[in-house]
């Protein structure tokens, strides 16, 4: 009888081989342990493809975890979508940020029991996609074509969301109260702005080192920048010409009162004339949108703040070309002076200079004191930088992580988004003459290049310190308000 092949009685001896001994559990599992590790280590714990739900967006947001409707809104889903834009249009007007955009258009779509959304912000449009399965998806887009300042309405829609977020609200009244937010009057009336722009100039001159006649002239100069700003802006006019035309006229007043000797500082006179023309909360703006991974905005900020300071500078030389031709004395406007007055005469003024940034901003009457506040704490722990020897770029850092965290936790209790509170309070930080002073070294002293480029690199340490310190501080502060996020809904849901 033939042996088959296969039998084991057909296999050659294998004795000169090293014989295999049968493993032990212990090495079983050892071994199912190193083929679990090399797999997560070729592929990772998840498919790098597989969706993340929508709504963990909201972590740590004021919005985390929302009350989600459910059954029968899908029928709607358009009038809900077309809410969603219109709010969050009305947010980019009043000036929030892409991050607090996006969260509040999360928040209210799931809270009203939408599902499948994805959302796509840049620097002017917003973009919703609702793509149910088995169904006809939708895509809608809006562009914000315009701005304005209204700190209050944009309070007030943050409280709305709040609402929607807590199930208190329905659509048909969500749409109801974003209407009333937007046509409800300001705070204060167009002369109050006006006459907070002059405070604000004069009192930051004093910061600076001016006196008691460059602070005047300041609010007088500021006075009648912003009201030529304004007929500017009826006439259409791009805002690059508007702000090149105030900066021209600040600078030729300058020239006079000191040709006229009714100035010894016409320096700190054009100084004076052009912080509030300075775009530094827009460049802190598009530095946060940057952190919080929105670099198409960001971008677009970070133009539009070159462009402004460009005009600045265009604006300044052709003073000085006219002033040059005519035979006018000429000043230096990178000049810096030492204080001229104590500590508690500064703290006093950057506490009314936070209060008129807020007037400016239009933001409500009642967090015109708590932002002061934080201005002022902000301002202390520069000043406390300062005196420790941290530096000119580390101090400001550090300030705006205080600033930050105090500006959640004093916004989320009053009812508001954090930027109302941290925008006006961190303007103190911001190295906006720096900048200018930097780009004209940079345009017109052609024999100082080198300073003015180490200026700009200077003052851009500045502002991303502040800028990463403000979300920094944010940050931070998140475990301290969720308290205050849970209690917000819980009254919301009493209503």
């Known amino acids: 009888m033939k042996d088959r092949p296969g039998d084991r009685r057909t296999r050659p001896h294998t004795d000169g081989l090293p014989k295999t001994e049968p493993l032990s559990p212990s090495q079983l599992h050892q071994n199912a342990a190193a083929k679990r590790m090399l797999r997560r280590l070729v592929q990772g714990e998840s498919p790098p493809t597989a969706p993340l739900s929508i709504v963990d967006r909201l972590a740590g947001s004021p919005y985390a975890n929302p ?63 609702y793509a149910p399965k088995e169904q006809t998806p939708i895509s809608l887009l809006r ?16 409280q709305l969301v709040t609402d929607i977020v807590a199930g208190g609200v329905g659509r048909d009244e969500a749409i109801r109260r974003l209407d009333e937010a937007i046509t409800s009057p ?5 002369w109050m702005v006006t006459i907070a722009f002059g405070v604000f100039a004069a009192v930051f001159v004093g910061v600076l080192g001016g006196g008691p006649a460059a602070s005047l002239i300041a609010f007088l100069s500021n006075i009648g920048v912003s009201l030529l700003a304004r007929k500017l802006g009826r006439w259409r ?78 604006g300044i030389a052709v003073a000085f070309v006219l002033g040059s031709m005519t035979g006018m004395p000429e000043i230096d406007v990178t000049k810096t002076f030492p204080p001229a007055y104590d500590l508690w005469v500064l703290v006093t003024f950057i506490a009314v200079a936070v209060m008129a940034i807020g007037v400016t901003e239009q933001t409500t009457w009642k967090l015109l004191l708590p932002t002061a506040a934080v201005g002022v704490a902000g301002y202390l722990v520069l000043l406390g930088g300062d005196a420790l020897g941290l530096g000119e770029r580390f101090s400001p850092a550090l300030s705006a992580v205080a600033i930050g965290l105090l500006a959640r936790v004093v916004a989320l209790k009053m009812g508001a988004p954090q930027l ?35 200026g700009m690199l200077n003052a851009g340490a500045i502002v991303l310190g502040a800028a990463g310190g403000i979300v920094l501080g944010d940050t931070l502060a998140r475990p301290l308000t969720r308290s205050l996020a849970s209690n917000e809904r819980r009254r919301a849901r009493r209503r």
């Open 237 to 314: 006019m791009p805002d690059f010409f508007i702000t090149a035309s105030c900066s021209f006229l600040v600078t030729i007043v300058a020239i006079l009162l000191g040709k006229f000797g009714l100035t010894n500082s016409p320096e700190i006179v054009v100084v004076g004339g052009i912080l509030l023309l300075l775009p530094t909360g827009r460049l802190v703006s598009s530095v946060q949108d940057a952190i919080n991974g929105f670099p198409v905005t960001a971008a677009g900020r970070f133009l539009s703040t070159v462009l402004t300071f460009g005009a600045l500078v265009a």
């Open 186 to 190: 300001k705070p204060f009336p167009r």
């Open 143 to 158: 562009v914000v074509r315009s701005w304005t300042n209204n700190y209050a309405g944009l309070a007030k829609v943050h």
């Open 67 to 129: 009350m989600i409707q459910v059954g029968g809104v899908d029928t709607s889903a358009r009038k809900t979508l077309d809410f969603a834009l219109h709010l969050a249009e009305t947010m980019f007007r009043y000036g929030a940020g892409a991050l607090e955009v996006e969260t509040s258009i999360i928040a209210v779509t799931a809270a009203l029991g939408l599902k499948n959304i994805e959302v796509d912000i840049t620097n002017q449009s917003v973009a919703i996609n």
């Open 420 to 454: 109302v509170v941290a925008v006006p309070a961190a303007l103190i930080l911001l190295p906006g003459l720096t900048i200018f002073r930097s780009m004209y070294v940079l345009t017109v002293e052609e024999s100082q290049i080198l300073l003015g480029a180490g």
